[in-house]
């Protein structure tokens, strides 16, 4: 069946990096665009990132440009996100998912504190 499962989240402080990644089973990982979305408590399910079946298309939310990075490596079926110069704002619920298949992971926490 199909998984997503992702890994690397945890507690850092303001300005730190953080790489999220995402290992996907039981579909045809490299035809499909992949995306990680957030969720902070009180707030509404963010897209962060897009990155299409060849990585040459990618998208960022306005709130993450320039310090988000999405790549994905089809040999290894992974989706990955480095985060750096993170702040307070960017604590949520992270979500790897394929929008046109609607499969999403469990999802990790990131938390941006000092």
């Known amino acids: 069946q199909v998984q997503l499962v992702e890994s690397g989240g945890g507690l850092v402080q303001p300005g730190e990096s953080l790489t999220l990644s995402c290992v996907a089973s039981?579909?045809?990982?490299?035809?499909?665009?992949m995306s990680w979305s957030r969720q902070a408590p009180g707030k509404e399910r963010e897209l962060v990132a897009r990155i299409g079946p060849s990585g040459s298309y990618i998208t960022y939310a306005d709130s993450v440009k320039g310090r988000f990075t999405i790549s994905r490596d089809n040999a290894k079926n992974t989706v990955t996100l480095r985060m750096d110069s993170l702040r307070p704002e960017d604590t949520a619920e992270y979500y790897c998912?394929?929008?046109?298949?609607?499969?999403w992971g469990q999802g990790i926490r990131v938390t941006v504190s000092s």
């Open positions: 998912h394929t929008p046109s298949l609607g499969f």
């Open positions: 039981g579909f045809t990982f490299s035809s499909f665009l």
